[in-house]
């Protein structure tokens, strides 16, 4: 058995103190240590893009990220997207467009086109699509998730 | 998937982190980005007993211009070669390959300094650097070395860098004027490897005359390539499409690729000859912008 490290992470404006085994992913620190289930497990191989998650406001893989590396960072998960109960943009775009069938990768996608947003507020079609790239989804052939992301960008212009 | 347990160190200098390296011997291995070692070790391919995160090592984030050299710290993320300024203005043979490598959130966490020490000869950066000559620096308990590029990859997985060594700056030197480059990279799906990948550096005279020219093959090989033949035959021709032609020809026959479910090695040969000419295309238009 390792040594296990004391790790402080902020997670959606909340500090989270916990011992943990270095080898615990990011993703398995997110859903099992703090419960936040909205972040999804989906491949495990770093392909599908469901467990991505803001780490200091970059979309990483938390399949990919051991809980001690992001020591002192700041996360952000699909549960600190809305404010106060309202829905965020994205939320509400996905939901106008029809930007899901399934749901299952809905979390990452919105994780990483809040990282688009913030870098590039006026993103042109194709900045949506290259923006989602390491996100995959087998139900909508992404048409409705390019139109949730410029309805929320139109929303927030 | 999780790995095997191992114990976790995150050292504050270069120098802490080459004594952990030498303390713990082959069980040791350095964490960098994660985005090739974190997926090799959830398959348990790796075991590492001892990881050294040197993520948080400073000063090895940097792109910058000094001494005749672009400088590339070892932990800049592929990333930050995408918004950089000078790499969008100016080495757009890098700027075509970090793009091409894997996707968005891997470019967030991936290292140049990673992509090249992994020695994975399907990585994107080697043939780019192949093709730029660049020179590794990799710093050691005595002190700093300089490798050059064609003499980094020996095999697949293994470079010359020692076990207890770190690799903490890629060097290249500033292309005069009249130079170009760029990388093409064939592949089935964003994410996915290279089935072949193909880059070409080459610097022009005003007559159109080739002063020097740099080939790299990405994932035709059991380490990346440099095709020496196809370069040295480009100098002194006059970059045409028939000269084009006839130097894709002589790269296609240096590739050493295997069938594999990317597809058989007689299609990868004839992609390498495909890539080669356009990418000395889009060199040359470069080139002379």
Redesign the interface.
């Known amino acids: 058995m390792a040594t296990k490290k004391h790790v402080c992470l902020k997670v959606n404006g909340s500090d989270h103190d916990a011992e943990i085994e270095p080898r615990l992913l990011l993703v398995h620190f997110i859903r099992e240590v703090l419960t936040l289930t909205g972040t999804h497990v989906g491949c495990d191989t770093t392909n599908c893009g469901a467990c991505t998650v803001l780490l200091d406001g970059r979309a990483v893989k938390s399949c990919t990220v051991f809980a001690v590396q992001a020591d002192g960072c700041e996360i952000r998960t699909i549960e600190g997207v809305a404010n106060n109960g309202k829905l965020h943009p994205l939320q509400e775009g996905f939901k106008e467009e029809h930007g899901l069938q399934c749901g299952f990768c809905t979390p990452g996608m919105i994780m990483s086109a809040c990282a688009l947003l913030e870098k590039n507020p006026h993103p042109s079609e194709q900045d949506i699509r290259w923006g989602i790239s390491g996100n995959m989804c087998r139900c909508t052939g992404y048409q409705n998730i390019v139109k949730a992301v410029q309805y929320a960008a139109n929303k927030m212009a | 998937?999780?790995?095997?347990?191992?114990?976790?160190f995150r050292p504050r200098s270069v120098s802490e982190a080459i004594a952990l390296l030498q303390e713990h011997g082959d069980g040791a291995k350095i964490?960098s980005g994660?985005?090739s070692l974190?997926?090799m070790?959830?398959i348990r391919l790796a075991r590492p007993e001892f990881?050294i995160?040197i993520?948080r090592l400073p000063d090895l984030h940097y792109i910058k211009e000094e001494g005749g050299f672009l400088k590339i710290g070892g932990l800049t993320r592929e990333?930050d070669l995408e918004t950089s300024s000078l790499i969008r203005s100016k080495y757009f043979i890098i700027l075509d390959t970090a793009a091409s490598i894997?996707?968005?959130?891997?470019r967030?966490?991936a290292t140049v300094g990673g992509n090249l020490a992994h020695g994975d000869p399907a990585n994107d950066h080697p043939a780019t650097m192949l093709a730029l000559e660049a020179e590794i620096v990799a710093v050691g308990q005595h002190g700093e070395r300089i490798i050059p590029i064609k003499d980094f990859f020996l095999s697949i997985f293994t470079t010359a860098l020692e076990h207890s060594e770190i690799l903490t700056e890629i060097r290249i030197p500033i292309p005069p004027s009249g130079s170009g480059g760029s990388y093409f990279k064939l592949e089935r799906k964003?994410?996915d490897f290279a089935t072949v990948g193909v880059a070409a550096q080459v610097t022009v005279d005003g007559a159109g005359v080739c002063r020097r020219a740099g080939i790299g093959l990405t994932n035709v090989g059991a380490t990346p390539i440099k095709a020496t033949r196809a370069e040295g035959f480009l100098v002194g021709k006059t970059m045409d499409k028939q000269q084009i032609d006839r130097a894709a020809q002589l790269a296609a026959e240096e590739a050493q690729p295997s069938s594999d479910l990317r597809g058989p090695a007689e299609y990868k040969v004839s992609m390498v000859r495909e890539l080669t000419k356009r990418a000395l295309l889009r060199a040359c238009e470069r080139a002379v912008r």
């Open positions: 998937m999780i790995p095997q347990s191992f114990e976790y964490l994660g985005q974190i997926p070790m959830k990881i995160d993520n990333a894997a996707d968005p959130q891997v967030n966490m964003v994410g």
